[in-house]
């Protein structure tokens, strides 16, 4: 079974980088089978999908995000990193990291989540 | 972007109610709708996958249908562990993937 955790720091300040880190258990992420995303929740909010990793480092971002997100892996440590820069009070969520996957019939699907954590955007 | 709907936005029931959550798409989907129920304080965790596939291990009270840009979910007789808030999202647009806002079931 596949398990996530994500690490960073709580509290970012107004224009700086917001930088997440998700570690992943129980598979591989350079397998091709799972893919890795970041999903966000505002307080009291729906969730929003950020962007994905996946393979051997290919990337999709939500147009939302595209100029100011980049989400990177290191397969030595089984990690993946979220990085969203010039953020603003309008960052301040929990982030998730999920696995995603396709099954036989094409469907996609977010299968594993870790806990989520919070991050607040505040001088 | 594909908008997802829902309604209602929250619901009370009871416990042994039958209870129905719709999502509306802004476009047609075909049958890439899942849908996720998450407790408070914890994550989401995947109900039904494509419309009406019920992930293992989930309880058959729970069912989903609909095809195109209508889909309902579907709790036959509620149970205590059942209040949440539900949630559907389209795969179909892939990989720009899109979440409703929410269906809080409250006692």
């Known amino acids: 079974q596949v398990q996530l955790q994500e690490s960073g720091p709580g509290l970012v300040k107004p224009s700086q980088t917001l930088s997440l880190t998700c570690t992943v258990s129980?598979?591989?992420?350079?397998?091709?089978?799972?893919?890795w995303s970041w999903i966000r929740q505002p307080a009291g909010k729906g969730l929003e999908w950020i962007g994905r990793?996946?393979?051997?480092?290919?990337?999709n971002y939500n147009p939302s995000f595209e100029s100011r997100v980049d989400i990177s892996a290191d397969t030595s440590k089984n990690q993946f990193t979220l990085k969203l820069s010039s953020v603003t009070a309008a960052d301040t969520a929990l982030y998730y990291c999920?696995?995603?996957?396709?099954?036989?019939?094409?469907?996609?699907?977010?299968?594993?989540w870790g806990q989520g954590t919070l991050v607040t955007v505040s001088s | 972007d594909i908008q997802m709907t829902q309604s209602p936005s929250s619901l009370s029931a009871s416990v042994g109610d039958r209870v129905t959550v719709t999502c509306r798409a802004s476009?047609?989907?075909?049958?890439?709708l899942n849908w996720y129920q998450q407790k408070v304080g914890k994550a989401p965790k995947l109900l039904i996958y494509g419309a009406k596939n019920l992930k293992n291990g989930v309880p058959s009270r729970f069912s989903g249908s609909g095809s195109g840009t209508e889909f309902t979910l579907t709790i036959s007789s509620l149970q205590p562990e059942d209040f949440a808030t539900y949630y559907c999202?389209?795969?179909?647009?892939?990989?720009?993937?899109?979440f409703g806002q929410g269906t809080k079931l409250e006692i």
């Open positions: 990793i996946y393979g051997s480092g290919n990337t």
């Open positions: 476009q047609s989907i075909s049958t890439y």
């Open positions: 999202q389209q795969s179909y647009s892939n990989p720009m993937y899109t």
């Open positions: 999920a696995s995603g996957s396709f099954d036989s019939s094409g469907y996609f699907h977010f299968d594993y």
């Open positions: 129980g598979g591989s992420i350079s397998s091709g089978f799972h893919y």
